[in-house]
């Protein structure tokens, strides 16, 4: 059964960095793409960064230049390195993949990232 576990939310001041993990089991994140997502309090869930199983990444342009997404493999975990925080990134931070033929989205539980001014 495939589970995605995220830790190192938490409050932190403007400028501030964070880095948030995603562990995985069940599956092996060198096989496919990996992305975080976050939802902001009253808005939708919104793609934030995501990496591919060929290391190829992207970013939302609100967090391109102080966002890093990253992978280890061999500890089947991926990162988002999260840096010059501002208050707008206050949001729960879902890890994400998708999977299968159909295909499937699996989730993460979520972790709560808030920046104070």
């Known amino acids: 059964q495939v589970q995605l576990v995220e830790s190192g939310g938490g409050l932190v001041q403007a400028g501030g960095s964070l880095r948030l993990s995603c562990r995985a089991s069940g599956m092996y994140i060198r096989l496919t793409t990996m992305a975080w997502y976050r939802q902001p309090p009253g808005k939708q869930r919104e793609l934030v960064a995501a990496?591919?199983?060929?290391?190829?990444?992207n970013y939302a342009d609100s967090v391109q230049g102080r966002f890093t997404i990253s992978r280890d493999n061999a500890k089947n975990t991926v990162y988002l390195q999260m840096n010059s925080l501002k208050p707008d990134d206050t949001a729960v931070y879902y890890c994400?993949?998708?999977?299968?033929?159909?295909?499937?989205?699996?989730w993460g539980q979520g972790t709560q990232v808030t920046v104070s001014t």
């Open positions: 990496t591919t199983r060929t290391d190829s990444t």
């Open positions: 994400n993949t998708r999977l299968g033929v159909s295909p499937a989205d699996y």
